[in-house]
């Protein structure tokens, strides 16, 4: 099934690509045809992309603050029998409610250059400058530290991580290499061991090979080593007390997650102490 998509925001649209990412992935074998309409601000605008929308009718998505562009688009879709939703509508109604005052129709407010977002490029910064067991000396200064062995996410979960605003550092586990000293004394930061699956990570390590031209044939793929190698890491890890994921069937989204969640816990830890 062939489906056009249209996505109207009044700001960059980052929001709204994100929802539909998230709706689409619940269904199968649709070929969607995204048309993507970001800073929306003003009719003549909206006139050009209505006009596309004639062209193409499906399904549109929309965050859009100021209401006489938000009434035209609504007007037109329903003269054209074209569905239009608004999807943060419901969250801003009830929060709306709860919090006894009107939203405030600001375009992209969540955008702001504010002390979050500092904090984001900050972390970005410094978790991009302590890749790979780089800058030991600093790691007191992280939020957390991901240890594993080679090519078990811990570059891509470290920057996923960064953007959410964790300074995160990372080092790999090698049996024939330990790590620095500084890691086994850390206080600040939470460690956090990051596992897989012997067959999962041969696979990863042969594809990675085989896209720089070198030849699969080392230990560094080869079954009972890669065993020895995860087996040595993870009494590592339990001998410091570090928590371990196993991120064979997660996502760096989800193994992100559950790295955060374990922030959660440990700071109500503390705070209850």
């Not at 405030?104 to 979050?116: E, F, N, V, W, Y």
């Not at 500084?182 to 930061?189: N, S």
């Amino acid at each position: 099934m062939k489906l056009h998509l249209h996505l109207l925001s009044d700001s960059t649209g980052e929001t709204l690509e994100n929802i539909a990412k998230a709706a689409l992935a619940q269904f199968d074998d649709v070929e969607t045809l995204r048309h993507f309409w970001p800073m929306v601000r003003s009719e003549a605008h909206l006139e050009r992309i209505l006009q596309e929308i004639a062209q193409n009718p499906g399904l549109v998505i929309f965050t859009l603050v100021n209401s006489e562009i938000r009434r035209t688009l609504e007007t037109r879709c329903r003269a054209m029998g074209l569905p239009a939703i608004a999807p943060l509508d419901p969250v801003s109604h009830a929060l709306s409610g709860l919090l006894g005052q009107e939203a405030k129709a600001r375009p992209g407010r969540q955008h702001s250059l504010d002390a979050a977002y500092f904090a984001r490029v900050d972390a970005i910064q410094f978790t991009m400058a302590h890749d790979d067991g780089i800058g030991a000396e600093d790691w007191e200064e992280c939020d957390i530290v991901l240890a594993g062995v080679s090519r078990s996410s811990k570059t891509p979960t470290s920057i996923y991580l960064a953007n959410r605003g964790y300074k995160t550092a990372n080092i790999p586990i090698v049996v024939e290499s330990p790590p620095p000293r500084e890691l086994f004394g850390l206080k600040r930061p939470l460690v956090v061991g990051l596992t897989t699956s012997a067959d999962r990570l041969v696979q990863i390590r042969r594809n990675r090979l085989l896209s720089l031209n070198q030849s699969p044939d080392t230990d560094y793929v080869e079954q009972d080593a890669v065993q020895r190698e995860i087996a040595f890491a993870r009494r590592m890890f339990a001998d410091n007390g570090w928590p371990v994921i196993d991120v064979t069937r997660r996502s760096i989204e989800e193994t992100a997650a559950a790295i955060i969640q374990l922030c959660n816990e440990r700071a109500l830890q503390e705070r209850g102490a």
